[in-house]
């Protein structure tokens, strides 16, 4: 029979095709690992720090404030002395704003809304346990991607 694999051939052939199959869906399953937005929809944050790259980390605490449970990464797109309640970007939802107390007084923070990086939980050393970049900083909507923020 011309054109015909032998027996032993197609058979291999179908199992791996039975093999791709099966791994197919796990790969998926794996790509679906995503923030859930609704979880960090808390608006307030009980810690923020300024990093050495020019990014601020806002970490959010449980209710009752004993334990970090999310953590994200903002640029920062303005650092201004003071407090600045009168703001116009304060009505601008494409801004957050972030108020501490510097060294030598107040501080204010005009970060973007979306954070870059999500995490959730922490380690010991205060990094997320799970953490997704969002390269387009949209907000979170599926177009995340897992990474790994710890050494």
């Known amino acids: 029979m011309r ?4 027996f032993i051939k197609r058979s291999v052939v179908l199992g791996g095709i039975m093999f791709l199959l099966m791994i197919v869906p796990f790969v998926s399953v ?7 937005p609704e979880e960090f929809q808390v608006d307030l944050p009980s810690e923020s720090k300024l990093l050495p790259n020019g990014m601020m980390v806002v970490v959010y605490s449980d209710s009752a404030g ?8 903002h640029r920062v797109l303005r ?3 003071g407090r600045h309640p009168s703001l116009p970007e304060l009505r601008d939802p494409k801004f957050k704003v972030m108020e501490t107390d510097g060294t030598i007084g107040p501080i204010t923070y005009l970060l973007k809304s979306h954070a870059l990086y999500y995490g959730e939980g922490t380690d010991s050393l205060g990094f997320p346990r799970k953490s997704w970049i969002d390269p387009e900083e949209d907000g979170l909507n599926g ?7 710890a050494g």
């Open 3 to 6: 054109g015909s694999l032998p």
């Open 30 to 36: 794996a790509c679906l690992d995503v923030p859930n």
């Open 66 to 73: 004993e334990r970090r449970t999310h953590i994200t990464i």
């Open 79 to 81: 650092v201004l002395p």
């Open 143 to 149: 177009n995340e991607h897992s990474v790994s923020l």
